[in-house]
């Protein structure tokens, strides 16, 4: 037990080597023992790499660049490490290699690397780059304090203080500022500083912010317009591709949608998050060969990662049911049933389950339990947990069941339940119509469901502009209390917010908008594929602690940026950064 005047003892420093060569391995574990690295864990495969640090917070990550087997690579690895969320901040990580292109260099950077070191390098070269990542976190921390505590206003205005004063590493605080005003719902805010990184250093990522601050605000056109010149600069930056086929998608465009997302796949094959956007898009293209040879292979790839998205496992359900595969949907039970051992408490994974189990009933022939399930469904369409991606997998057992001998009477007011939820936008309501494209007449009812909301919206605002606000907010709230539909909520919003000086009970009417706003849940009506889709590719990913995750929070490390003009610090002494530790 350590008296009063014993210095307490300096917590490990752990590092994580990922390199196929045992050569290079050894090396790599000789030099950081002399820094001063205290357990080294070595990883010879890319799977096992993510695996680790899906678990484990290392202080340093060196990595390697190629792969032999199958096409992975570090990049790949780093590149959906990010979009998952799983590097902490206070990681240092390197990518190592014995080759760099300009390419290769400009991808990492754009994908948050503390760095990028080309073989061979002496140790005192890695000392000094791994000093000087820490240093930059070190100036940093103010500003992840304040995320950590959830005080993003005040995280923001430290990180345009720094931007502005050009301060250490204010680039890379301009990323992160950016991020918290998108975060915050200051789009127009987020896209002025993009812009304004552009005008000091015209960086890819900046671009790629300004894009995404264009989508938030509702400009998707706008967005694919700044895209295809991001992308005519640079044809294989793989996170616009991300961001244009999300903007596809909410204007409904989705045959150049599946052609975006091919071509990111194709730039990273072994990106499980990426395989998966080019599955969920070809199954709802009608494409079942595709979808089920992609699917198949993200799944085989990362069902035991948290980068897998298991509506993935769905639509492969769906895509071996249409193929009638009896030992594919046996296969996907197998994993729903290990899944479930993992996920036994996410009303999502359950919901995907009793989805997958009632194909596997129709496939049997089993129809009576098959349809009680799916009564059991239903059931659950005006609660608050219900989202767009249950009303598409609804949508799908329907028109499956639609398809059988069974007459089920109830099935068109069914799906039009649905499609009058959430039929707001083109993307939506023809993702929803794709999703029930087995049986013809549902589509049609979807597309219909939209039409008549369009309608009720312009006879609103007709009130509107007619000079009675408070008639069109009422009905609207009329038609949004029936339907759930949460456009016509946020249409009443907006009418009572500019309209309230004019209205007698403006109060009143704001409560029966924010009572009937939980009663369709926060959940976001927006034409997505996956949860994944909100991982934000080429931005910073902002982690907190929450009542029900005490991880600390985790954001990647910060691109290779400029000090301030003369302001380069110097290398700090490898001992004293290592006690520094934990950030």
């Known amino acids: 037990m350590a008296t009063e005047n014993e210095t307490p003892a300096a917590p490990p420093v752990l590092a994580l080597i990922v390199d196929s060569n045992a050569t290079s391995r050894s090396i790599l574990v000789g030099q950081l023992r002399e820094y001063g690295v205290t357990r080294i864990v070595q990883c010879t495969r890319v799977q096992d790499a993510r695996a680790r640090l899906e678990h484990t917070v290392f202080d340093y990550v060196l990595c390697d660049q190629y792969f032999g087997e199958g096409g992975y690579s570090g990049q790949t690895l780093l590149d959906d490490l990010r979009r998952a969320q799983l590097l902490p901040f206070s990681t240092v990580f390197f990518m190592v290699t014995a080759e760099a292109s300009y390419a290769a260099v400009a991808e990492a950077a754009e994908s948050a ?3 990028y070191l080309l073989k061979p390098f002496t140790p005192s070269a890695l000392f000094e780059r791994l000093g000087l990542a820490r240093l930059r976190k070190i100036h940093l921390r103010p500003i992840f304090d304040a995320i950590e505590a959830e005080d993003f206003e005040s995280a923001a205005s430290l990180c345009v203080q720094r931007f502005e004063a050009r301060a250490p590493y204010w680039l890379y605080a301009a990323r992160i500022g950016s991020e918290l005003l998108l975060r915050l719902g200051r789009h127009d805010e987020a896209r002025t500083l993009f812009e304004a990184v552009i005008d000091a250093r015209a960086l890819p990522w900046a671009k790629l912010g300004v894009a995404r601050a264009q989508i938030e605000s509702g400009q998707a056109a706008r967005a694919i317009t700044t895209l295809q010149g991001l992308i005519g600069e640079d044809a294989s930056f793989a996170d616009a591709y ?4 999300r903007a596809q998608v909410e204007l409904g465009h989705f045959a150049q949608a599946i052609e975006t997302y ?12 990426r395989l998966q956007k080019l599955g969920m898009m070809s199954y709802y293209m009608g494409d079942r060969d595709t979808a089920t040879k992609v699917l198949a292979r993200a799944a085989v790839l990362g069902i035991d990662s948290k980068l897998f998205d298991f509506q993935s496992l769905v639509l492969l359900t769906f895509s071996y049911f249409a193929d009638n595969d009896r030992k594919g ?3 996907c039970m197998a994993d729903f049933s290990r899944t479930l051992e993992r996920h036994h408490a996410s009303a999502r994974v359950q919901r995907f389950a009793e989805v997958a189990r009632t194909l596997q009933l129709i496939q049997q022939r089993q129809l009576s339990q098959a349809v009680d399930s799916v009564r059991a469904l239903v059931r659950e369409i005006t609660a608050s947990s219900f989202d767009f991606e249950a009303a598409c997998n609804l949508g799908s057992l329907l028109a ?12 068109e007011r069914w799906v039009r339940d649905l499609g009058m ?7 939506l309501t023809e993702l929803m119509a794709n999703a029930c494209g087995l049986h013809a007449p549902y589509g049609d009812i979807v597309r219909d469901c939209l039409q008549q909301i369009n309608k009720t919206a312009e ?4 009130q509107s502009l007619a000079g009675d606000p408070t008639g069109a907010v009422n009905n609207l709230l009329q038609h949004a209390e029936h339907t759930l539909n949460s456009k016509l909520l946020d249409m009443s919003q907006q009418v009572l917010l500019r309209h309230s000086a004019r209205m007698a009970s403006p109060q009143a009417q704001q409560e029966a908008i924010d009572t009937l706003r939980l009663r369709m849940g926060s959940a976001p009506t927006r034409a997505i594929l996956g949860q994944d889709s909100e991982r934000h590719p080429g931005g910073v990913v902002l982690r907190v602690r929450s009542t029900t995750d005490n991880s600390p929070i985790r954001i990647p490390p910060p691109p290779q940026d400029s000090l301030a003009p003369g302001a380069e610090p110097e290398a ?3 001992a004293s950064v290592l006690r520094l530790r934990p950030l």
């Open 400 to 411: 499956v069941l639609a398809t059988t001998s069974i007459d089920l009477a109830d099935g």
């Open 242 to 245: 991300d961001v244009l086929g």
């Open 459 to 462: 006879v609103a605002m007709a």
């Open 113 to 115: 690397l503390d760095g």
């Open 421 to 427: 939820r959430y039929a707001n936008t083109r993307g």
């Open 262 to 273: 091919r071509t990111a796949s194709a730039l990273t094959p072994d990106s499980v998050v």
């Open 572 to 574: 700090p002494d490898p």
């Open 329 to 331: 949907i046996e296969r």
